[in-house]
């Protein structure tokens, strides 16, 4: 697979000129993001990942076999950065969601082992409110047991209403189902 940075940005003038299909990934700071976004695509140090909430502070896009171009988005929560700069995310984000008409479908990701947070409920909401094709992904499942999983998927469910793929960077699981998805754009 061919996938390379192409730049990062933080207004809508800096995004890439390009009319390749758009996929973003967005969740709350420490769920996974870039591990999910690295295991996807086989390469170990594309996106960023740290152990510490908060690294992407821009939004990133990558060429994927110049077919889509991934979007990395700042997580929203908590996260170990100055107040000012977490502020501008929301309003970086929202624009970036509303406004792209080349995004086809946003990757929702959330932490399989917690309940989702308040935060999760309004991006749902948010993405709803605009019509943002969305897929709910529920990552770092190789750490729960098998009835930990299950009885967490049913909850992201309802909550969600919709279906989750469940996901590990470590094992690969949930991979080929979620590009099942994502070849259909």
Do not use: C
Request: proline share 5%; aromatic share 8%; hydrophobic share 40%.
């Amino acid at each position: 697979m061919n996938v390379q940075f192409i730049k990062s940005a933080t207004r809508k003038h800096e995004y890439p000129k390009t009319t390749l299909p758009k996929i973003a990934f967005a969740g709350r700071s420490n769920v996974g993001k870039s591990s999910l976004i690295n295991n996807l695509v086989g390469k170990k140090r594309l996106a960023r990942i740290s152990a510490t909430p908060g690294r992407t502070q821009v939004i990133n896009f990558f060429n994927v076999d110049s077919r889509w171009i991934f979007v990395d988005l700042p997580g929203y929560g908590f996260a170990k950065v100055p107040a000012r700069i977490r502020a501008r995310w929301g309003p970086m984000i929202e624009e970036f969601l509303r406004e792209d008409e080349s995004l086809k479908l946003t990757v929702m990701i959330v932490d399989a082992r917690h309940e989702p947070t308040q935060r999760d409920l309004v991006m749902k909401e948010w993405l709803e409110q605009y019509r943002v094709p969305h897929q709910v992904v529920a990552t770092k499942v190789d750490k729960l047991s098998s009835n930990q999983l299950q009885t967490s998927l049913d909850r992201i469910e309802n909550i969600f209403n919709r279906g989750v793929i469940p996901y590990s960077a470590t094992t690969g699981m949930g991979k080929k189902e979620l590009w099942r998805i994502l070849k259909r754009i």
